[in-house]
Nanobody, 117 residues
Framework: VQLQASGGGLVQVGGSLRLSCAAS????????MGWFRQAPGKGRELVAE???????NYADSVKGRFTISRNNAQNTVYLQMNSLKPEDTAVYFC????????????WGQGTEVTVSS
């Protein structure tokens, strides 16, 4: 099983980025998928997650700016990030649970997002 995250980069304050995470090795249509981030010197935190249906959950710090979506047919999850702020600078990781589980089991390698002011 592999989760491959991509789409990170350097962007100015107020800009946008779209992260993608392609999963392979098994289907995740019945799994929760999410995005986490880890800023320098800080712990990993949940950014957004989406159930196998349409239920979503966002960190308060990104509500109204970030949108998570998924394409189960392509085993892919996305994170659209708008109105980026310097405090969004972090390595972003995608993750997936086992089917019908709430515990994240599979993790991608991370993609770095840097927001410059």
């Amino acid at each position: 099983v592999q989760l491959q995250a991509s789409g990170g980069g350097l962007v100015q304050v107020g800009g946008s980025l779209r992260l993608s995470c392609a999963a392979s090795g098994r289907t995740f249509s019945n799994s929760k998928m999410g995005w986490f981030r880890q800023a320098p010197g800080k712990g990993r935190e949940l950014v957004a997650e989406m159930s196998s249906g349409t239920s979503t959950n966002y960190a308060d710090s990104v509500k109204g700016r970030f949108t998570i979506s998924r394409n189960n047919a392509q085993n892919t999850v996305y994170l659209q990030m708008n109105s980026l702020k310097p405090e969004d600078t972090a390595v972003y990781f995608c993750a997936a649970t086992l089917s019908y589980s709430s515990t994240y089991r599979y993790w991608g390698q991370g993609t770095e997002v840097t927001v410059s002011s």
